[in-house]
């Protein structure tokens, strides 16, 4: 249940925060994607730089596809653009024709320029993402479809990933299922058999899953998630911990803002979505806690920085463009389901430094951060295999929502 102690001023606030993320949403980041991203004959380039070139020839991701598709259904169920409507059913037949394996199940990780397989391994995480998109094309517009792909990937992810021994889910797979050796999902990441990113997406894809389809076993496995949250992810200070081996044992003390803050309010939606009064009872009481250990990434302008290695280590203090997205929506709902004014306050000042230096006011979307010294990254891509609509606009509609 939301909070009720809000102010006339606070409420004041949100509504004109609202108003700029429409804005922000419907004139800067899907007219980018709609404009930049569609190949003249069809599907998607994969990747346009920081300098704002166009690589025809680069591969083309399944999370960024997936996430396409979910953003682009999600606004369409907001704002009823047909112009929406008809983007995500583009990445959705995208989907569907060239990524999803009609032979062995689940999507692949990557394919070419023309739609022919690339990577072929079963990555849990880019799985996670296309049930998301899936299920809320079929929560927007109620497509069949796009339900019936959705449900053959979750069974996907339980016959194959899910660990019947020890819970959880395992990372990645070859093309026929059979374990694979490197099962990380970028450069970035440790080898380990289960990660926390993983187990947040795909708590993130069955809530969304959840919504339209009310299966006894999908009820199961999401409290199972938010379960493992609570009782393996989470370390008493409030930080999420990453990477773990097959038992759940962590030998990695770095810590993850953007994933501390995006995973407070995420575990909140799952258990407010799965509608168990006493798990979500105990969540609500950890919500603040995680969001809280989160908010020391927090930087004297108003931006979260992106990671620490262990408490006291050296810190990355670039601020990535997702880190700051999923800030406001953590710290917003804070104040809007506990009343705490902080968190509005919190909100409303990263937003404005996100406006200050974020946002691509020349050319549209948002650069991938910026660097320590102030200066805008753009060597890292502006769009492409990890740089989606998802995030930035996923916060738009958030707070649209929730102001409504």
């Given at each position: ?9 606070e ?28 190949r ?42 047909e ?97 694979i ?12 058999s289960?990660?926390?990113?993983t187990?947040?997406?795909?708590l ?127 710290c ?47 060597e ?16 738009c ?8």
């Amino acid at each position: 249940m939301k909070s009720t102690d809000k102010t006339s001023a606070e409420l004041l606030a949100a509504q004109a925060l609202s108003r700029q993320m429409k804005k922000e949403l419907q004139e800067n980041i899907l007219p980018y994607w709609m404009k930049s991203m569609c190949r003249p004959e069809g599907g998607f380039y994969g990747r346009i730089s920081g300098m704002e070139e166009t690589d025809a020839e680069a591969p083309v991701g399944g999370i960024m596809t997936a996430r396409m598709l979910w953003t682009f259904a999600s606004a369409y169920r907001l704002l009823g653009n047909e112009e929406y409507l008809e983007m995500a059913r583009k990445a959705m037949d995208f989907i569907l024709t060239h990524f999803y394996d009609s032979v062995f199940g689940g999507t692949y990780w990557s394919v070419n320029p023309d739609g022919s397989p690339l990577d072929t391994k079963k990555q849990i995480y880019a799985i996670a993402f296309t049930i998301y998109g899936l299920a809320e094309l079929n929560r927007a517009t109620g497509d069949a479809k796009a339900l019936e792909y959705a449900i053959k990937l979750f069974n996907d992810i339980e016959d194959h990933s899910f660990d019947t021994e020890k819970d959880g889910y395992f990372e990645a797979f070859t093309r026929e299922w059979a374990q694979i050796e490197d099962m990380r999902l970028s450069d970035k990441d440790a080898n380990e058999s289960k990660t926390m990113n993983t187990h947040l997406h795909v708590l993130e894809a069955y809530t969304c899953l959840y919504r339209v389809w009310k299966n006894p076993l999908l009820e199961k496995r999401l409290k199972g998630l938010i379960e493992i949250f609570g009782k393996h992810i989470l370390a008493e200070d409030g930080h999420l911990k990453l990477f773990f081996d097959d038992d759940w044992n962590c030998r990695y003390d770095t810590l993850s803002y953007g994933h501390d803050i995006e995973a407070s309010w995420l575990i909140h939606e799952a258990a407010l979505v799965l509608g168990d009064a006493e798990v979500l009872e105990r969540m609500e009481a950890l919500v603040p806690h995680i969001a809280d250990a989160a908010c020391e990434g927090f930087t004297p302008e108003g931006g979260m920085i992106y990671e620490r290695h262990g408490k006291d280590g050296e810190a990355d203090m670039d601020r990535h463009w997702w880190v700051q997205a999923e800030t406001v929506v953590g710290c917003f709902n804070l104040w809007d389901h506990f009343g705490m004014s902080e968190g509005l306050e919190n909100a409303l000042m990263c937003w404005e430094f996100i406006k200050s230096g974020i946002i691509d006011k020349e050319n549209g979307e948002w650069f991938w951060s910026l660097r320590s010294d102030g200066t805008v990254n753009r060597e890292d891509d502006k769009a492409g295999f990890w740089k989606c609509p998802y995030h930035n606009g996923r916060m738009c509609m958030e707070i649209i929502e929730r102001c409504r």
